[in-house]
């Protein structure tokens, strides 16, 4: 089997990881062998070889944080899926490689006919969408939402979850190639960032009330987003992707009640109850199951590839997510 291992982190990630190939185990005592189906590079996957996520795995660690596989053995006394069964990966259990143990009763059974390259990608973003948009602001239909990084994969699911929910979306990009693609996941508009952004929006939507605002990105394209929202509304941040701290206008905090406040699905999942995260992935699987979401991806990557995997992820002018699926 291959795995795609790393024993330091630094920063060029495609540089720390390479795959490496060792004997595939044997299940032990209730533990299923998986053969995995597709995993995800996320920015947090990328952030977590750089040294820089919030929270860091052991090292030497073998990389990816969720994916989706296939039952292939059973060990002794394990209870769960049957073998040939499509499952859900652990999360961290180290996706990037062709297979891994697991213990039994830990998979989350799937629908077999589903697309696993869409399933592999549920775990993360998918969530990350609804409960932005769930959370923070009560929002009724035809309520106005900004977002940016929109052409990413939490921006097309929440563009997604939105217009089931009937909610419109102003969708903040940061270069004009990535409009294109926005729009046709259904952006209700769609433009490029900049200082002038909350005047462009006013004019885009009839001067309609935002009173949620979404940020991944920090340093000054969060005041653009709290620009365009409303006075007492939200900016949630979820990411830093220009690397540079969130910046709040004091004019925006003192004089129009804007309120910054973050968001990281790993402490939502701390808090939340087993019946509300069970809830919340089984409203996804049938969503992804049915087409009614679904995220672009932009190419494919054998395990053995991992560093033109990883190198391609962190690189600009994407359309999609970055998948591997282990040739088998």
Not at 226 to 245: D, I, R, T
Not at 262 to 278: D, H, I, T, V
Request: some cysteine.
């Amino acid at each position: 089997m291959q795995q795609a291992r790393y024993e330091k982190r630094g920063p060029v990630p495609q540089d720390v990881i390479e795959a490496v190939t060792v004997d595939t185990p044997q299940p032990g005592e209730g533990e299923a062998l998986v053969e995995v189906l597709a995993a995800p590079i996320n920015p947090s996957d990328v952030l977590t070889l750089t040294g820089d996520y919030g929270v860091l795995p052991p090292l030497p660690a073998i990389g990816g944080n969720e994916g989706v596989g296939r039952v292939v053995e059973l060990g002794a006394g394990a209870s769960g899926p049957e073998k040939g069964q499509t499952v859900l990966l652990p999360i961290g259990i180290g996706t990037w490689a062709s297979h891994v143990v697991a213990q039994a009763k830990d998979l989350v059974p799937l629908p077999s006919e589903a697309d696993p390259k869409q399933l592999s990608m549920m775990t993360v973003n998918p969530p990350t969408a609804i409960l932005l948009l769930n959370q923070f602001v009560n929002l009724d239909e035809g309520d106005w939402v900004i977002q940016n990084v929109a052409n990413s994969g939490v921006g097309g699911y929440l563009i997604q979850h939105a217009k089931s929910r009937g909610l419109k979306t102003v969708n903040v990009v940061r270069r004009e190639s990535a409009v294109a693609s926005v729009e046709a996941q259904g952006g209700d508009v769609t433009l490029v960032d900049g200082p002038d952004l909350h005047k462009r929006v006013r004019d885009a939507t009839g001067g309609a009330e935002i009173h949620l605002g979404i940020d991944a990105v920090g340093g000054a394209a969060t005041d653009h987003i709290a620009n365009c929202v409303a006075e007492g509304g939200v900016v949630v941040n979820y990411g830093m992707m220009s690397g540079e701290p969130c910046q709040v206008s004091p004019a925006n905090i003192v004089f129009r009640d804007i309120a910054l406040k973050g968001f990281w699905l790993a402490r939502w999942f701390r808090n939340a109850s087993r019946e509300a995260q069970m809830k919340l992935y089984y409203d996804i699987t049938k969503q992804i199951a049915s087409g009614q979401l679904k995220a672009n991806i932009a190419a494919e990557y054998d395990v053995s590839e991992i560093k033109d995997a990883v190198a391609a992820a962190v690189a600009g002018e994407r359309d999609g997510k970055v998948l591997i699926v282990p040739r088998h």
